[in-house]
């Protein structure tokens, strides 16, 4: 018999007889996806996916909870408008290929619809007013991962953010939004709008034009970034391979894993690394253990935040010619010999 046990840390569920509602970090139940709202030196957007007929009154709430003037539509209509109009939204369809950047013109009216919303070049007009009467422009493609962030990072560049921050402050709020394709257009994102212009009076001389930078690749950039913010206890140097101590197949280790997204609660995994996934943010790792006769496997991602601690309790005590030790699952031999000692004597020091 063979068990395998592979966590999915990243999701979270109520259960309701044999169904399941996702909840958001707030324990708020969304019966839609729930919208992304992006706030930020007084312009404010609402990032969702394409709502339908069916559930349109859901998305109409949240547009009025967060007062939402204008809805733009990046995508093929997949709902009237005429219950919009109603409550005072206007809807402006938009529409471009899906994984792609926006036109130029798209653009222009995009930062012509925000110049008329949220008032003068520094929208003050929008940042004095009352939390509740604040206006707020909605965006959405068909999943609200693709089209419509690349719309808000275009704004958020506009307002003096730099490119790469733009797609990493909107990543952060809404996982999975920009492809590589899209990440590339922004990052040669010129401003169309400069804020600080000089008085008349003041003459600007003309300067040489800038020497050609080469860049480092985008992708890798931002991956360092991330890595570097979730890397708070030395698992990267744990598993690299630069390091002569580093975890490697073979090594029994004991992980200590969070239950629960509010992680007042931890459960224990022991077992040997029978397989190593190097790729930068979704490196993984898979332990396997014998339980009763029975293997049990578990995989973690080295950087999730589920993931409290990774103490190695034995180095790989031989150097095995394969990177996954797939094959101990029919042919355990000695290397799980060790581990029902290693746990007795983790137990005693508990105690």
Known sequence: IRMRIIPRPDQHYTMSGRSATPVNAAGRSFLINPPTFIDYKGVRFLIVDAPSNNNLPMYLKEFKRYNVTDVVRCCEPTYSKGPLEEQGIKVHDWVFGDGEAPPSSIIQQWLDLIQSRFGDKDHGD?????????????????????????????????????????????????????????????????????????????????????????????????????????????????????????VRP?????????????????ATFMGVVIAIRRKGLDTNFTLRNIVLKVGVEQRFSLYSPMLKSIKVLSPAKEKFRRAKLFY?????GKVFQPLQGLWKQEQQKDM
């Open 328 to 332: 101990l699952r029919d042919k355990p």
């Open 250 to 266: 073979g090594s029994i280790l004991l992980v200590e894993n969070y239950t629960s997204k509010s992680k007042d609660t931890t």
């Open 126 to 246: 929008n940042e004095k007013k009352n939390k509740a009467i604040k206006a707020c422009i909605a965006t959405h493609c068909v999943a609200g991962l693709g089209r419509a962030p690349v719309l808000v990072a275009i704004a958020l560049i506009e307002e003096g953010m730099a490119p790469l921050d733009s797609v990493a402050y909107i990543r952060e709020r809404r996982r999975g939004a920009i492809n590589n394709k899209q990440l590339k257009f922004i990052e040669g994102y010129k401003r169309r709008d400069s804020k600080f212009t000089p008085p008349s009076n003041v003459t600007v001389p003309s300067s040489a034009p800038a020497p050609k930078v080469t860049r480092k690749n985008v992708i890798e950039t931002i991956t360092k970034e991330q890595i570097s913010q979730l890397d708070t206890d030395g698992r990267s140097e744990l598993f690299s391979k630069k390091n002569p101590n580093a």
